[in-house]
C-alpha cells in the first residue's frame, strides 16, 4: 500500500514539475515568436520611410508609416519615427501624441524622452505627473523605464518561480526550512511586480488618457455647439477620456475640471 | 583641440633638416639593426625599411646561416625631410644568433609591383659574453655630445611685457631646427601661473634666416591672460620631441680615427655602417616678466563686468511686429579684439512685461554672440529694451559703454474665441509653464534606423487565453499536489481516515471483481473473491490487519461496534457461505452468487452509512 502510494506521489510530483516547466518554455516560444514576427513589408516600408525623411519629404515618410499601421502592427520606434514626421511637419499634437503612444512601448528610451519634452516645450505643455496619486507614482519611479508588457512578463516569471518553489516546499517536507526565505523574497518581488502590473494596465487602459491635437480648442460646459466655452485647451494638451457621446468627448483636465471638447480634438493615446 | 594638433604633429612627424649627406632620402630600401653586438640568447631587431609607399607587404628572409629570424610585424610612417612629405613601411624582424661569429645580413633584393628594391648590408657579431645595453643618451647629453645647442632650441616672446587682468596677451613658442631630423613634437608647455589656461593653435611652418644660418621653423601661437595684478614670470617653455641620430657606437672598419664623430661629416662609408636612433629630447626656452596691471577703479561703470579689449556692438530684434505670446529673437553680437572670455550678455534695461528665457552663447573667434528670446506677455510692450555693453579698452585706457535700442515693437492682442464666453479660465494650470531647462536653440533627435520590435496591435500577449492557461496551470497543479500530499499526511497519521479510506477502495475493487466473476460462472473464485473483499473491508473498518481477519474476529469487531445484528448475521452467512464453496460443500448457481453479492452490497452501504 505505502509503495503504491509513494509511486503515484513521485509520479504525480514528476507530472507536476513537467507541466510547469512546459508552462516556463511555452511563455518564452510565445514571447520569442511574438518578438520575432518579421514581416518583410514593414521593414521596406519602414526603410522607405526613412529615406523619405531624410529628403524632407516628411508627408510621404508619414505615409509609409501609418500604411504599417494599417498592417495591424505596431513598435515604439515607429511611432517615434511618425512622432518626429509630424513635429517637422508642425503637428505638435499629432507628435505629442505618437510620443506618448511610443512611451507605452519603449519607455526607456532616451531619445524618445528627449524628443518628448522638446514637443512639450513647444506645445507648452509639461506633463510633470502632478495629477497622478502617490500610489501611481510610487509605481512610476520604479517601473517608469519598464513597459506594461515587461512588466507583466516580470510578475509572470516570479509567478512561475514562487509556484515551482511553493510546490517544492509542500512535495519536500526536508526541503521546507531552506526555501522560507526564498519563497519569501519571491512573493514580495512577485507582488511588488503584480502591484506594478495592475497600477500600470489601469493607468493605460482603464483611465483613458487623451491628447489635443488640435490648436486653442474651446472646452464647452455642454455638449452642443453654442454651449459657453468653460477653457481653452491647447494643442498637446493632456486630458483624460472620460465618455464619448456622437461627435463630442468628454474629457477632464489635470487639475479634475471636466468638459465637453468635438471628438476630432482629443484623441485617445 | 589639443588632440587634434597633436595628430597634424604626428602626420609632420619628423621635421628633418638634412646634412650634405641625405640620410637614405634618394634609397627605396633600408636595412638596420638596432644593435650590431649582441651575446647568444639575445636578439637584436632588423628593420627592413621601404620608402615611398606603404602597402609593400613583409619579405621573405628565407634561412640565414646561424641566425634565427622571426618575423615582428609593420609599422608606417610619414616623414618631412626638407618639406617634401614621404610615406615609408618598416617590416621588424627578430634576429637571434644561435651561434658565435659576425653575420652580415643584406644587401636584400626585392620586387614588387614593377619596382626593384636593393638594400644596405648591415652586420651583426654574435660574442660569448653579456653584451652591455649602449647607454640611451640624454637629450642634454647628446645636445652636448653633437654640440648641437645652435642646431635646435626653443623661444618663447609675449607681444606685451605689461598688460591690464583679462587682457590678452599674445604668445609665441618658436621651435628653431637646423639641418635636423626631428620627430615626435609635442605641443608646448610652459609654467603659467598667474594666467589663464593656454590652449596652442595650428602650429605654423616656415623658413627664417638666423644669424646666417637658415632653421626651419615651427611656430606656436596662443594668447594667455592675467588674472590677477602683480609681477610674473612666465616659462620657461617646454618642448618635448625626438632628434633622429647617428648611432654614436663602433661603425664598422673604418670608423672614428678616420671619421671624426661627426654625424654629417660625410664619408661613402656612412652609408653602410650608420644607423639612425631616435633620442628623446626636452627643450626649454628662457623665461619671460610679465607685469599684470589692475583695471582702474576710477570712473569704472557699475555695470562693467570685466570685459577688456577693443569691441563692437550690434543689437537686433526680429520680428518686430508680433502678437502677444509670439516669440521675438533679440541678437547681440560682440566683435572685436580682445579677451571673449569675460564678455557677458549686455545689460538689458529692463523686461518687465516680457517672458524671458535663458539666452544662447555662441563663441567664435574675435566674436561672441548671444540670442535672447522675449515674449511679450502684453500688447502694452512697444519697444524691446535698450542694451547696455561696458568694457575696458586697453589701449586708450578708458572705459567704454555702448548703449543700443530701444527696438520699436509692434504688439497685437492675440486672438479670441468670437461666439464663445470664456468663464472660469485657470491660466496657471491650463498652460503649464516650461520647465526651466528647457533649451532654446534644440531640436528633436533623429529617427530611429530600425523598427525595433513589432507587435501586433491592441493585442498583447496577457489578453490571449495561452497566456491564462499559462498562468492558471500552474496554479491547478500545485493545488492538486498540495491536496495529494494531505491526504498522504493524514493516511499516515489518521488511522481512522486512513481505514476509511483503504476500505472504500478495497470495496470498490472487490465489487468490481466480483462483477467479472459473476460473468464466468465459477462459483469457487467468485466466493473467493467475495472473501477477500469482505476480509479486506472489514478488515480495514476495525483496523485490523485484513490478513487476520477471521469469522470470529470479525463478528466480533462488529458487535463491538454496535452494528446492527441482522447485518452481522448477513456478515456471518456471507463468510459461511464462502468456506461451504470455497472448501468444495456445496454447488451454487448464479442466482444465489447474485444474491450474495447484493448482500454484500448491502452490508457495505450500511457501514458507509454507519460511518464505523
Known sequence: ?269 | MRQFIKIIISVLMVLTVVSGRAVAADKKFVVNLDRNRVSIGEKAQLGLSFYGTQSMPAPDLGNIDGLDVRYVGPSTMMTVINGQVSSSITHMYSIQPLKIGKFQLGPFTFKYKGDDYSSNLVFLEAVDERVAPIAQASGANMLQQFNMGDRIYLTLFVDKPAAYANELIPVTVKLYVNRLNVSDIQLPSFDQAGFSKVEFKEPKQYRERVGGALYDVLEFKTSIFGTKPGDYHLGPAKIKCSVMMPRATSRGPMSDDFFPNDPYGGSMFDDFFTRFERYPLELKSKSVDIVVLAVPTEARPANFTGAVGDYQFIYTASPTKVKVGDPVTVHMDINGTGNFNTVIIPNLESTSGFKTYEPQVKTEENRKSFTQVLIPETDTVKSVPKATFTYFDPNSREFKTIIQGPISLQVEKAKEEAPSQVVGPTPGIQAPAPSRDADLGRDIIYIKESPGIWFKKGKAFYTTNIYLGVVSAPFVLLMTLYVFRRRQTRMQTDSIYSGRILAIGASKRGLKDLSTRLKTDDAKLFYEALFNTLQSYIGYRLHIPPAGITVNAAIEGLVQKEIDPAVVSKVKKLFDACDLTRFGYIEVDGRKMRDDKRVLEDVIKYMERKKV
Request: glycine share 6%; proline share 3%.
Open chain 1, 1 to 269: 500500500m505505502l509503495k503504491n502510494d509513494k509511486q503515484k506521489y513521485y509520479n504525480l510530483v514528476k507530472i507536476c514539475g513537467g507541466l510547469i516547466i512546459l508552462s516556463l518554455c511555452a511563455v518564452f516560444i510565445y514571447f520569442s515568436s511574438e518578438a520575432q514576427e518579421k514581416k518583410p513589408e514593414p521593414y521596406q516600408l519602414f526603410y522607405t520611410a526613412n529615406h523619405s525623411y531624410e529628403s524632407k519629404d516628411y508627408l510621404k515618410a508619414m505615409e509609409n508609416y501609418i500604411a504599417i499601421l494599417d498592417q495591424g502592427i505596431e513598435s515604439g520606434n515607429l511611432y517615434y519615427n511618425i512622432g518626429n514626421s509630424f513635429l517637422k511637419l508642425g503637428r505638435l499634437g499629432h507628435a505629442i501624441l505618437c510620443y506618448e503612444k511610443a512611451r507605452r512601448l519603449i519607455p526607456h528610451d532616451s531619445d524618445l524622452r528627449a524628443n518628448l519634452a522638446y514637443a512639450r516645450s513647444l506645445a507648452e505643455s509639461v506633463n510633470d505627473g502632478s495629477s497622478e496619486n502617490i500610489l501611481m507614482k510610487v509605481v512610476g519611479a520604479i517601473f517608469g523605464s519598464y513597459n506594461l508588457r515587461e512588466i507583466i512578463l516580470a510578475a509572470t516569471v516570479l509567478y512561475l518561480i514562487l509556484i515551482i518553489l511553493v510546490g517544492i516546499f509542500v512535495a519536500n517536507p526536508f526541503a521546507s526550512r531552506r526555501l522560507k526565505i526564498p519563497i519569501f523574497l519571491v512573493a514580495i518581488l512577485f507582488l511588488i511586480s503584480l502591484l506594478g502590473s495592475l497600477v500600470r494596465y489601469f493607468d493605460d487602459h482603464i483611465l483613458r488618457h487623451g491628447i489635443v491635437i488640435q490648436k486653442d480648442i474651446a472646452c464647452k460646459y455642454e455638449p452642443i455647439d453654442k454651449s459657453t466655452t468653460y477653457y481653452i485647451l491647447r494643442e498637446g494638451s493632456d486630458v483624460r477620456i472620460l465618455s464619448t457621446r456622437n461627435a463630442w468627448r468628454q474629457i477632464a483636465r489635470p487639475d479634475g475640471k471636466t468638459g465637453w471638447v468635438k471628438r476630432d480634438a482629443v484623441e485617445e493615446i
